[in-house]
């Protein structure tokens, strides 16, 4: 069974410039995560799916992030503009809800803004 | 506010011996944990889980200990091998689906 696949696995930009990251999580799950992990720290929840619904968008900085999932399938994430503290790695993870609390994580996009 | 932290940030063990990974949590209405091992250049993996109505869950070399008490939480591997090198993260559902992760400890085995 494929895992959650991400792309790119890296990116460098200039401040100011758009990015977007891709996810495709594993088949049948219908629960998908955006997180951010800045380096040496754990992840930290950026937004939540169930299907194509975003139940959990708090910690998501809407002015200059966004997301969709709108097959309830893969989803995207977008930065415009990019800052410099925004340089981390973007994870995306997935699970099956009702089956276990169990997600499984993509390798992460490396995203450096210089 | 809610919080998952870790007392040590970085673990050495020699090969063979047992490493024990903590983590406190602040959250006492948390009714379930995760412990997960990030090697470099991946995402985290599920190693084993626990609820708050167990003290104690095992796994293949690996045991997780819950102390409600004093919500404290930790990560026993038996016979640690250079493949157990990797930074472990434990990590406290706080609402629905959602997970609060600790900051992580990063466990070196030494040859």
């Known amino acids: 069974e494929a895992g959650v696949v991400q792309s790119p696995r890296y990116k460098i930009i200039e401040k100011k410039q758009p990015v977007a990251f891709w996810c495709n999580p594993i088949s049948g799950h219908n629960t998908l995560y955006w997180y951010r992990q800045n380096l040496g720290q754990g992840p930290e929840l950026l937004i939540r799916y169930e299907n194509e619904e975003a139940v959990d968008d708090s910690q998501l900085p809407k002015d200059r992030f966004s997301a969709e999932r709108l097959k309830g399938v893969d989803s995207t994430l977008k930065i415009q503009p990019a800052e410099l503290g925004d340089s981390a790695v973007y994870l995306c993870?997935?699970?099956?809800?009702?089956?276990?609390?169990?997600?499984?994580f993509g390798p992460g996009t490396r995203l450096t803004v210089t | 506010g809610e919080s998952v932290g870790l007392h040590l940030p970085t673990l050495s063990v020699q090969e063979g011996d047992n490493s024990i990974i903590n983590c406190a949590y602040s959250?006492?209405?948390?009714?379930?944990f995760i412990w997960y091992k990030q090697e470099s250049g991946k995402g985290p993996q599920f190693i084993i889980d626990i609820r708050s109505n167990m003290d104690k869950r095992q796994g293949q070399r690996v045991t997780v200990l819950l102390n409600k008490t004093v919500k404290h939480l930790s990560l026993q591997i038996a016979a640690t091998q250079p493949g157990d090198s990797a930074v472990y993260f434990c990590?406290?559902?706080?609402?629905?689906?959602?997970?609060?992760f600790g900051p992580g400890t990063r466990l070196s085995v030494l040859p």
């Open positions: 993870a997935s699970s099956l809800q009702g089956h276990s609390y169990e997600q499984y």
């Open positions: 959250n006492s209405a948390s009714d379930y």
């Open positions: 990590a406290e559902k706080v609402s629905g689906q959602n997970f609060v």
